[in-house]
C-alpha cells in the first residue's frame, strides 16, 4: 500500500537536544498527523495540521504542514527521556484513509 | 477528547481456531473505523475500512474472508480472524473516526492494540 517517505528512520540523541524528523509524499495531503507509539500500545496523536502553512506547537512539540501540501516536520525541543518511542507521520486526502510513514525511532541517551 | 477501546489486549490462540477482536467508541459515534495490523518494527498496514451499517472495503492483498469486520453499530466494530495460523500473529490496531460532527472533529483515535499469538 502507499506509505510516506519518513526520516530518519532512528535517531540516538542526547538528553536535552533538540530534534527534527519530517515526512514527504509524491501526493497532496490535506490533513498531516503526528503521533507517538510505545511499545504495545496504539497510536496517540500529537498534533493535527489542517492546512498548507500551518505550524501547531504542542508543549515541546512543533510541527507544521508543507506549502505544498506535500509534506511536513515534526520538532521536539530539549528532549526528556519520555520522548523515547516510535514517532510516525500520516495523512489523509480528504476524509478518507490515512496513509503512515515507516515510523522514526528516538532513542535518548541520559 | 475521544477514547477508542480494543479488546481484548492481548490472545493466544491455537492454530486453526477464530479470534474476535472487538474496538469501541467510548464518547462519540464512528461512523467509520479502520483497521491496522503492525509488525514488529514496522509501521501500521490498513487492512480494512468499516462503514456502519454497511460492508467493510479491504484493501488490496487482504482475505475478506479470513478478516471478517462487523460494524452493526455506531460504538461496536469487530475483527474476527478466521482459522488462524502462526503467520496472522501480529499486532492488530483499530481506529475510528465520527464523520457526523463534522470534517476532522475527532481526528483519527486509535485503541491501545491487540498482540494476536497463533501457535
Known amino acids: 500500500g502507499q506509505q510516506l517517505n519518513q526520516s530518519p528512520q532512528s535517531m540516538f540523541i542526547q538528553e536535552g537536544e533538540d530534534v527534527s524528523m519530517n515526512c514527504t509524499s509524491s501526493?497532496?495531503?490535506?490533513?498531516w498527523l503526528w503521533y507517538k507509539q510505545e511499545p504495545g500500545e496504539g497510536p496517540v496523536l500529537l498534533i493535527a495540521?489542517?492546512?498548507?502553512?500551518e505550524l501547531t506547537s504542542n508543549g515541546r512539540l512543533t510541527a507544521q504542514f508543507g506549502i505544498t501540501r506535500k509534506d511536513s516536520f515534526l520538532n521536539i525541543s530539549a528532549s526528556i527521556p519520555s520522548d523515547v518511542g516510535i514517532y510516525f507521520c500520516?495523512?489523509?486526502?480528504?476524509?478518507?484513509?490515512?496513509?503512515f510513514g515507516q515510523g522514526t525511532r528516538l532513542t535518548i541517551n541520559p | 477528547g475521544a477514547v477508542v477501546s480494543q479488546h481484548p489486549s492481548r490472545v493466544i490462540c491455537k492454530s486453526g481456531t477464530s479470534v474476535k477482536i472487538e474496538c469501541r467508541s467510548l464518547?462519540?459515534?464512528?461512523?467509520?473505523m479502520f483497521w491496522y495490523r503492525q509488525f514488529p518494527k514496522q509501521s501500521l498496514m490498513l487492512m480494512a475500512t468499516s462503514n456502519e451499517g454497511s460492508k467493510a472495503t479491504y484493501e488490496q492483498g487482504v482475505e475478506k474472508d479470513k478478516f471478517l469486520i462487523n460494524h452493526a453499530s455506531l460504538t461496536l466494530s469487530t475483527l474476527t480472524v478466521t482459522s488462524a495460523h502462526p503467520e496472522d500473529s501480529s499486532f492488530y490496531i483499530c481506529s475510528a473516526r465520527d464523520l457526523s460532527q463534522g470534517v476532522f472533529r475527532y481526528g483519527y483515535t486509535f485503541g491501545s492494540g491487540t498482540r494476536l499469538t497463533v501457535v
Open positions: 464518547d462519540f459515534q464512528a461512523t467509520t
Open positions: 500520516a495523512g489523509s486526502q480528504g476524509a478518507q484513509k490515512l496513509v
Open positions: 495540521l489542517y492546512k498548507a502553512g
Open positions: 501526493s497532496i495531503f490535506n490533513t
